[in-house]
Protein backbone atom coordinates (compact mmCIF):
# COMPACT_ATOMS: atom_id res chain seq x y z
CA UNK A 1 0.00 0.00 0.00
CA UNK A 2 1.32 3.33 -1.27
CA UNK A 3 1.33 6.58 1.32
CA UNK A 4 0.77 8.63 -1.58
CA UNK A 5 -1.92 10.92 -1.26
CA UNK A 6 -2.52 12.48 -4.39
CA UNK A 7 -1.37 11.51 -7.43
CA UNK A 8 -1.88 14.25 -10.17
CA UNK A 9 -2.02 13.17 -13.80
CA UNK A 10 -1.08 15.49 -16.65
CA UNK A 11 -0.95 14.46 -20.49
CA UNK A 12 1.14 16.17 -22.47
CA UNK A 13 1.86 16.49 -25.87
CA UNK A 14 4.83 19.07 -27.27
CA UNK A 15 4.92 21.14 -23.42
CA UNK A 16 8.12 21.11 -23.04
CA UNK A 17 7.75 25.19 -21.91
CA UNK A 18 5.07 24.23 -19.33
CA UNK A 19 6.69 21.12 -17.55
CA UNK A 20 8.75 22.76 -15.67
CA UNK A 21 6.14 25.79 -14.68
CA UNK A 22 3.58 23.70 -13.88
CA UNK A 23 5.75 21.17 -11.35
CA UNK A 24 6.77 24.41 -9.50
CA UNK A 25 2.97 25.53 -9.17
CA UNK A 26 1.79 21.80 -8.36
CA UNK A 27 4.36 21.51 -5.59
CA UNK A 28 3.97 24.95 -4.10
CA UNK A 29 0.45 24.43 -3.57
CA UNK A 30 1.02 21.06 -2.18
CA UNK A 31 3.57 21.79 0.28
CA UNK A 32 3.66 19.49 2.82
CA UNK A 33 1.57 16.67 1.25
CA UNK A 34 2.90 13.49 -0.37
CA UNK A 35 2.21 13.92 -3.53
CA UNK A 36 3.40 12.65 -6.96
CA UNK A 37 2.70 14.11 -10.90
CA UNK A 38 2.92 11.61 -13.54
CA UNK A 39 2.93 13.25 -16.86
CA UNK A 40 1.36 10.92 -19.89
CA UNK A 41 3.80 11.72 -22.87
CA UNK A 42 3.07 10.89 -26.89
CA UNK A 43 6.69 10.97 -27.78
CA UNK A 44 6.64 14.51 -28.09
CA UNK A 45 10.23 14.69 -28.75
CA UNK A 46 10.69 18.27 -27.85
CA UNK A 47 12.89 17.97 -24.38
CA UNK A 48 9.82 16.86 -22.38
CA UNK A 49 11.84 13.91 -21.20
CA UNK A 50 14.56 16.04 -19.85
CA UNK A 51 12.39 19.04 -18.19
CA UNK A 52 10.93 16.22 -16.35
CA UNK A 53 14.42 14.15 -15.68
CA UNK A 54 15.71 17.51 -14.30
CA UNK A 55 13.45 18.76 -12.04
CA UNK A 56 12.91 15.16 -10.66
CA UNK A 57 15.45 15.22 -8.00
CA UNK A 58 13.80 17.94 -5.87
CA UNK A 59 9.90 17.30 -6.97
CA UNK A 60 8.27 13.57 -7.03
CA UNK A 61 7.58 13.77 -11.12
CA UNK A 62 8.13 11.13 -13.51
CA UNK A 63 7.12 11.01 -17.32
CA UNK A 64 5.75 8.10 -18.98
CA UNK A 65 6.19 7.97 -22.97
CA UNK A 66 3.61 6.27 -25.71
CA UNK A 67 5.22 5.79 -28.94
CA UNK A 68 2.37 3.15 -30.53
CA UNK A 69 -0.55 5.26 -28.73
CA UNK A 70 -2.06 8.67 -29.54
CA UNK A 71 -4.55 10.83 -28.07
CA UNK A 72 -5.58 12.51 -24.55
CA UNK A 73 -8.00 9.91 -23.04
CA UNK A 74 -6.43 7.25 -23.38
CA UNK A 75 -3.18 8.82 -21.82
CA UNK A 76 -4.96 10.40 -19.40
CA UNK A 77 -6.47 6.36 -18.48
CA UNK A 78 -2.62 5.43 -18.71
CA UNK A 79 -1.89 7.70 -16.07
CA UNK A 80 -4.45 6.67 -13.88
CA UNK A 81 -3.75 3.43 -13.97
CA UNK A 82 0.06 4.03 -13.09
CA UNK A 83 -1.27 5.87 -10.32
CA UNK A 84 -0.09 4.97 -6.77
CA UNK A 85 -2.26 7.59 -4.67
CA UNK A 86 -5.21 7.61 -2.48
CA UNK A 87 -6.77 10.28 -4.88
CA UNK A 88 -6.37 11.02 -8.56
CA UNK A 89 -6.55 14.64 -9.84
CA UNK A 90 -5.89 14.87 -13.43
CA UNK A 91 -5.56 18.43 -15.01
CA UNK A 92 -4.08 19.99 -18.71
CA UNK A 93 0.04 20.71 -18.64
CA UNK A 94 -0.74 24.35 -20.41
CA UNK A 95 -1.42 26.12 -16.74
CA UNK A 96 -4.99 26.77 -18.01
CA UNK A 97 -6.12 24.79 -14.67
CA UNK A 98 -5.04 26.53 -11.10
CA UNK A 99 -3.15 24.31 -8.66
CA UNK A 100 -4.36 25.85 -6.18
CA UNK A 101 -7.68 24.28 -6.53
CA UNK A 102 -6.25 20.65 -5.90
CA UNK A 103 -6.14 20.77 -2.45
CA UNK A 104 -9.95 21.94 -1.78
CA UNK A 105 -11.23 20.06 -4.40
CA UNK A 106 -9.61 16.88 -2.98
CA UNK A 107 -11.09 17.62 0.21
CA UNK A 108 -13.96 17.52 -1.09
CA UNK A 109 -13.28 13.45 -1.43
CA UNK A 110 -12.09 13.78 1.70
CA UNK A 111 -14.94 14.67 3.60
CA UNK A 112 -17.27 12.73 1.40
CA UNK A 113 -18.82 16.07 0.01
CA UNK A 114 -18.47 14.39 -3.41
CA UNK A 115 -17.24 11.31 -4.43
CA UNK A 116 -16.13 13.22 -8.28
CA UNK A 117 -15.40 16.60 -8.28
CA UNK A 118 -15.15 19.02 -11.57
CA UNK A 119 -12.93 22.14 -11.46
CA UNK A 120 -15.85 24.73 -12.84
CA UNK A 121 -15.37 27.54 -15.04
CA UNK A 122 -19.82 27.69 -15.07
CA UNK A 123 -20.53 27.96 -11.65
CA UNK A 124 -20.71 30.57 -9.33
CA UNK A 125 -16.60 31.97 -8.41
CA UNK A 126 -15.99 29.90 -11.77
CA UNK A 127 -14.87 32.00 -14.40
CA UNK A 128 -12.53 32.65 -17.92
CA UNK A 129 -10.35 34.70 -19.49
CA UNK A 130 -12.46 37.13 -21.01
CA UNK A 131 -11.35 37.75 -24.66
CA UNK A 132 -13.13 34.70 -25.28
CA UNK A 133 -14.17 35.23 -28.91
CA UNK A 134 -17.66 34.86 -29.84
CA UNK A 135 -17.93 31.60 -31.84
CA UNK A 136 -15.58 29.72 -29.18
CA UNK A 137 -18.05 30.60 -26.21
CA UNK A 138 -20.76 29.25 -28.60
CA UNK A 139 -19.25 26.10 -28.77
CA UNK A 140 -18.22 26.06 -25.41
CA UNK A 141 -21.69 26.36 -24.35
CA UNK A 142 -23.56 24.10 -27.16
CA UNK A 143 -21.13 21.21 -26.13
CA UNK A 144 -21.99 21.85 -22.80
CA UNK A 145 -25.46 22.02 -23.02
CA UNK A 146 -25.38 18.71 -25.06
CA UNK A 147 -23.52 16.84 -21.81
CA UNK A 148 -25.71 18.29 -19.13
CA UNK A 149 -28.24 16.11 -19.22
CA UNK A 150 -25.84 12.80 -18.63
CA UNK A 151 -24.35 14.43 -15.04
CA UNK A 152 -25.70 17.66 -13.97
CA UNK A 153 -23.03 19.38 -13.92
CA UNK A 154 -22.42 22.83 -14.91
CA UNK A 155 -19.01 22.20 -16.50
CA UNK A 156 -18.79 18.69 -17.83
CA UNK A 157 -16.87 19.65 -20.28
CA UNK A 158 -13.96 20.37 -17.99
CA UNK A 159 -10.44 18.89 -18.37
CA UNK A 160 -9.68 19.16 -14.57
CA UNK A 161 -10.83 16.57 -12.33
CA UNK A 162 -10.55 14.24 -8.95
CA UNK A 163 -11.74 10.87 -7.80
CA UNK A 164 -10.76 8.32 -5.38
CA UNK A 165 -8.31 5.97 -7.40
CA UNK A 166 -9.83 2.60 -6.19
CA UNK A 167 -13.10 3.79 -7.72
CA UNK A 168 -11.64 3.73 -11.16
CA UNK A 169 -12.27 0.03 -11.50
CA UNK A 170 -16.15 0.73 -11.35
CA UNK A 171 -15.73 2.51 -14.92
CA UNK A 172 -17.25 -0.02 -17.03
CA UNK A 173 -16.28 -0.46 -20.71
CA UNK A 174 -14.39 3.09 -20.98
CA UNK A 175 -14.62 3.36 -25.10
CA UNK A 176 -11.98 7.22 -24.97
CA UNK A 177 -12.08 9.26 -27.51
CA UNK A 178 -11.44 12.79 -27.85
CA UNK A 179 -11.03 14.89 -25.19
CA UNK A 180 -13.98 14.01 -22.77
CA UNK A 181 -12.90 11.62 -20.69
CA UNK A 182 -13.89 12.92 -17.36
CA UNK A 183 -17.23 13.16 -18.77
CA UNK A 184 -17.26 9.50 -19.50
CA UNK A 185 -15.33 8.17 -15.97
CA UNK A 186 -18.05 10.24 -14.42
CA UNK A 187 -20.88 8.87 -16.17
CA UNK A 188 -19.74 5.24 -16.67
CA UNK A 189 -18.12 5.04 -12.94
CA UNK A 190 -20.00 4.41 -10.04
CA UNK A 191 -20.13 8.64 -8.92
CA UNK A 192 -23.32 9.17 -6.58
CA UNK A 193 -22.19 12.60 -5.27
CA UNK A 194 -20.59 14.44 -8.26
CA UNK A 195 -19.99 18.38 -7.40
CA UNK A 196 -17.93 21.08 -8.36
CA UNK A 197 -15.50 23.64 -6.98
CA UNK A 198 -14.95 27.20 -8.83
CA UNK A 199 -11.82 27.70 -10.82
CA UNK A 200 -10.49 30.91 -12.95
CA UNK A 201 -9.83 28.86 -16.39
CA UNK A 202 -6.51 31.01 -17.80
CA UNK A 203 -5.56 30.98 -21.32
CA UNK A 204 -2.53 29.55 -22.00
CA UNK A 205 0.71 31.28 -22.50
CA UNK A 206 3.37 28.66 -23.96
CA UNK A 207 2.64 26.05 -26.94
CA UNK A 208 -0.89 25.40 -28.77
CA UNK A 209 -3.79 24.14 -28.42
CA UNK A 210 -4.41 20.64 -30.13
CA UNK A 211 -8.49 21.16 -29.88
CA UNK A 212 -9.35 20.39 -33.63
CA UNK A 213 -12.08 19.99 -35.00
CA UNK A 214 -11.52 16.37 -35.63
CA UNK A 215 -11.95 16.70 -31.96
CA UNK A 216 -15.11 17.64 -31.71
CA UNK A 217 -16.55 15.73 -34.38
CA UNK A 218 -15.17 12.70 -31.87
CA UNK A 219 -16.91 14.63 -29.24
CA UNK A 220 -20.60 14.08 -31.04
CA UNK A 221 -19.94 10.47 -31.68
CA UNK A 222 -18.85 10.41 -28.10
CA UNK A 223 -21.58 11.92 -26.89
CA UNK A 224 -23.82 9.57 -28.74
CA UNK A 225 -22.28 6.10 -26.82
CA UNK A 226 -22.61 8.15 -23.61
CA UNK A 227 -26.36 8.66 -24.00
CA UNK A 228 -26.47 4.86 -25.21
CA UNK A 229 -24.72 4.21 -21.91
CA UNK A 230 -26.68 5.71 -19.43
CA UNK A 231 -30.36 5.81 -21.42
CA UNK A 232 -30.35 3.35 -23.82
CA UNK A 233 -34.07 3.26 -24.73
CA UNK A 234 -34.43 7.14 -24.45
CA UNK A 235 -31.19 7.40 -27.13
CA UNK A 236 -32.68 4.67 -29.41
CA UNK A 237 -36.12 6.20 -29.65
CA UNK A 238 -34.15 9.77 -30.53
CA UNK A 239 -31.71 8.85 -32.58
CA UNK A 240 -34.89 6.98 -34.59
CA UNK A 241 -36.63 10.02 -34.52
CA UNK A 242 -34.17 11.93 -36.09
CA UNK A 243 -33.98 9.33 -38.81
CA UNK A 244 -37.28 9.07 -39.57
CA UNK A 245 -37.42 12.85 -39.26
CA UNK A 246 -34.96 13.23 -42.23
CA UNK A 247 -36.74 10.53 -44.02
CA UNK A 248 -39.49 12.36 -44.33
CA UNK A 249 -37.72 15.09 -45.82
CA UNK A 250 -36.72 12.71 -48.76
CA UNK A 251 -40.00 11.58 -48.43
CA UNK A 252 -41.42 14.88 -49.05
CA UNK A 253 -38.81 16.01 -51.46
CA UNK A 254 -39.31 13.28 -53.58
CA UNK A 255 -43.34 13.37 -53.11
CA UNK A 256 -42.90 16.99 -54.56
CA UNK A 257 -40.39 16.69 -57.38
CA UNK A 258 -43.20 13.47 -58.87
CA UNK A 259 -45.51 16.55 -58.40
CA UNK A 260 -43.29 19.15 -60.68
CA UNK A 261 -41.80 17.47 -62.87
CA UNK A 262 -43.46 14.42 -63.70
CA UNK A 263 -46.65 15.31 -63.20
CA UNK A 264 -47.85 12.53 -61.43
CA UNK A 265 -50.74 12.57 -59.28
CA UNK A 266 -50.89 12.79 -55.53
CA UNK A 267 -51.44 8.89 -55.00
CA UNK A 268 -49.27 7.78 -57.26
CA UNK A 269 -46.42 10.35 -56.05
CA UNK A 270 -46.81 9.13 -52.51
CA UNK A 271 -47.44 5.27 -53.54
CA UNK A 272 -43.87 5.56 -55.20
CA UNK A 273 -41.70 8.32 -52.62
CA UNK A 274 -42.13 5.89 -49.79
CA UNK A 275 -39.40 3.58 -51.24
CA UNK A 276 -36.96 5.91 -51.31
CA UNK A 277 -37.92 7.23 -48.04
CA UNK A 278 -38.05 3.69 -45.91
CA UNK A 279 -34.59 2.86 -47.45
CA UNK A 280 -32.90 5.66 -46.07
CA UNK A 281 -34.41 5.07 -43.26
CA UNK A 282 -33.51 1.48 -42.87
CA UNK A 283 -30.48 2.29 -44.00
CA UNK A 284 -29.18 4.71 -41.17
CA UNK A 285 -30.48 3.32 -38.37
CA UNK A 286 -28.74 0.14 -39.11
CA UNK A 287 -25.96 2.36 -39.50
CA UNK A 288 -26.87 4.71 -36.49
CA UNK A 289 -29.79 3.59 -34.41
CA UNK A 290 -28.88 0.39 -34.21
CA UNK A 291 -25.40 -0.40 -34.83
CA UNK A 292 -24.72 -2.78 -32.23
CA UNK A 293 -27.93 -5.13 -33.05
CA UNK A 294 -26.98 -8.62 -34.86
CA UNK A 295 -25.80 -7.82 -38.52
CA UNK A 296 -28.61 -9.94 -40.71
CA UNK A 297 -28.39 -9.78 -44.44
CA UNK A 298 -29.66 -6.86 -45.94
CA UNK A 299 -31.97 -8.27 -47.84
CA UNK A 300 -34.11 -10.24 -45.28
CA UNK A 301 -33.52 -6.81 -42.88
CA UNK A 302 -34.73 -4.62 -45.71
CA UNK A 303 -38.01 -6.41 -45.96
CA UNK A 304 -38.75 -6.83 -42.52
CA UNK A 305 -38.09 -2.66 -42.34
CA UNK A 306 -40.43 -1.97 -45.35
CA UNK A 307 -42.94 -4.97 -44.16
CA UNK A 308 -43.41 -3.16 -40.09
CA UNK A 309 -43.05 0.36 -42.07
CA UNK A 310 -46.10 -0.25 -44.51
CA UNK A 311 -47.81 -1.54 -41.12
CA UNK A 312 -46.49 1.39 -39.30
CA UNK A 313 -48.47 3.40 -42.07
CA UNK A 314 -51.17 2.02 -41.66
CA UNK A 315 -51.40 2.45 -38.08
CA UNK A 316 -51.03 5.90 -38.84
CA UNK A 317 -53.37 6.41 -41.31
CA UNK A 318 -56.46 3.98 -39.44
CA UNK A 319 -55.60 6.21 -36.31
CA UNK A 320 -55.98 9.65 -37.74
CA UNK A 321 -59.30 8.43 -40.02
CA UNK A 322 -60.77 6.54 -36.88
CA UNK A 323 -60.04 9.86 -34.46
CA UNK A 324 -61.53 12.15 -37.48
CA UNK A 325 -64.74 10.11 -38.27
CA UNK A 326 -65.55 9.38 -34.62
CA UNK A 327 -64.51 11.26 -32.11
CA UNK A 328 -65.70 15.03 -32.29
CA UNK A 329 -62.70 16.45 -30.56
CA UNK A 330 -60.68 15.30 -33.36
CA UNK A 331 -63.29 16.33 -36.41
CA UNK A 332 -62.72 20.35 -34.98
CA UNK A 333 -58.91 19.52 -34.14
CA UNK A 334 -57.86 17.24 -37.62
CA UNK A 335 -53.85 18.69 -36.92
CA UNK A 336 -54.14 17.13 -33.74
CA UNK A 337 -55.71 13.86 -34.80
CA UNK A 338 -52.68 13.63 -37.60
CA UNK A 339 -49.89 14.43 -35.30
CA UNK A 340 -51.63 11.55 -32.83
CA UNK A 341 -51.64 9.50 -36.00
CA UNK A 342 -47.82 10.12 -36.52
CA UNK A 343 -46.77 9.43 -33.37
CA UNK A 344 -48.94 5.96 -33.23
CA UNK A 345 -47.41 4.75 -36.47
CA UNK A 346 -43.91 6.18 -35.45
CA UNK A 347 -44.12 3.96 -31.94
CA UNK A 348 -45.32 1.25 -33.27
CA UNK A 349 -42.19 1.19 -35.77
CA UNK A 350 -40.02 1.84 -33.19
CA UNK A 351 -41.35 -1.26 -31.34
CA UNK A 352 -41.04 -3.36 -34.64
CA UNK A 353 -37.62 -2.38 -35.36
CA UNK A 354 -36.52 -2.53 -31.75
CA UNK A 355 -37.62 -6.07 -31.74
CA UNK A 356 -37.60 -7.99 -35.21
CA UNK A 357 -35.94 -6.32 -37.47
CA UNK A 358 -32.80 -5.07 -35.30
CA UNK A 359 -32.80 -7.91 -33.64
CA UNK A 360 -30.43 -8.20 -30.21
N1 LIG B 1 -0.62 12.61 -24.33
C1 LIG B 1 -1.36 13.46 -25.04
N2 LIG B 1 -1.75 13.11 -26.30
N3 LIG B 1 -1.70 14.65 -24.52
C2 LIG B 1 -2.43 15.48 -25.26
C3 LIG B 1 -2.86 15.18 -26.56
C4 LIG B 1 -2.49 13.92 -27.12
O1 LIG B 1 -2.82 13.57 -28.24
N4 LIG B 1 -3.59 16.25 -27.02
C5 LIG B 1 -3.58 17.16 -26.06
N5 LIG B 1 -2.87 16.72 -25.00
C6 LIG B 1 -2.62 17.40 -23.73
C7 LIG B 1 -2.04 18.79 -23.89
O2 LIG B 1 -0.65 18.77 -23.97
C8 LIG B 1 -2.57 19.47 -22.63
O3 LIG B 1 -1.78 19.20 -21.52
C9 LIG B 1 -3.92 18.84 -22.43
O4 LIG B 1 -3.88 17.58 -23.09
C10 LIG B 1 -5.07 19.70 -22.99
O5 LIG B 1 -4.87 19.86 -24.37
P1 LIG B 1 -5.11 21.25 -25.12
O6 LIG B 1 -4.95 20.99 -26.56
O7 LIG B 1 -4.32 22.33 -24.47
O8 LIG B 1 -6.64 21.46 -24.78
P2 LIG B 1 -7.47 22.80 -24.75
O9 LIG B 1 -6.88 23.76 -23.78
O10 LIG B 1 -7.74 23.30 -26.11
O11 LIG B 1 -8.83 22.21 -24.16
C11 LIG B 1 -8.99 22.22 -22.79
O12 LIG B 1 -10.18 22.83 -22.51
C12 LIG B 1 -11.32 22.12 -22.74
C13 LIG B 1 -12.51 22.90 -22.27
O13 LIG B 1 -12.58 24.11 -22.93
C14 LIG B 1 -8.89 20.83 -22.21
O14 LIG B 1 -8.81 20.95 -20.80
C15 LIG B 1 -10.05 20.02 -22.42
O15 LIG B 1 -9.94 18.82 -21.64
C16 LIG B 1 -11.24 20.82 -21.98
O16 LIG B 1 -12.37 20.07 -22.24
New binding site residues.
Partial sequence: MSDIKISIV??????VQ?IPLICEQVSSSLDGQSFEIIF???NSEDGSCEAVKNISDRIPARIIV?TEE???ST?VIRGIEEAKGKYVVVM???L??PSTAIQPMVEKLETNQNDFVVGSRYIQGGSFDDDWGFFRLLN?KIATWLALPLCHIKDP????FAFEREKFETCAHLTPAG??I?LEIMVKGDFNTPGEHPIH?KD?EH?????SLKEQFLYLRHLRRLYKFKYPTVSEFAQFGIVGGTGFIVDSLIYFALQLYFGLGHNLSRAISFWPAATWNWFWNRTITFTDRKKTHHVTQWLSFITTSLAGFAMNFGTYTVLTSYVPFFIEHKFSALIIGVLVGMGFNFMMARIFVFKP
Fill in positions: IPTYKENVDDRRGLADCDSHSMSGFYKGFRGESKL
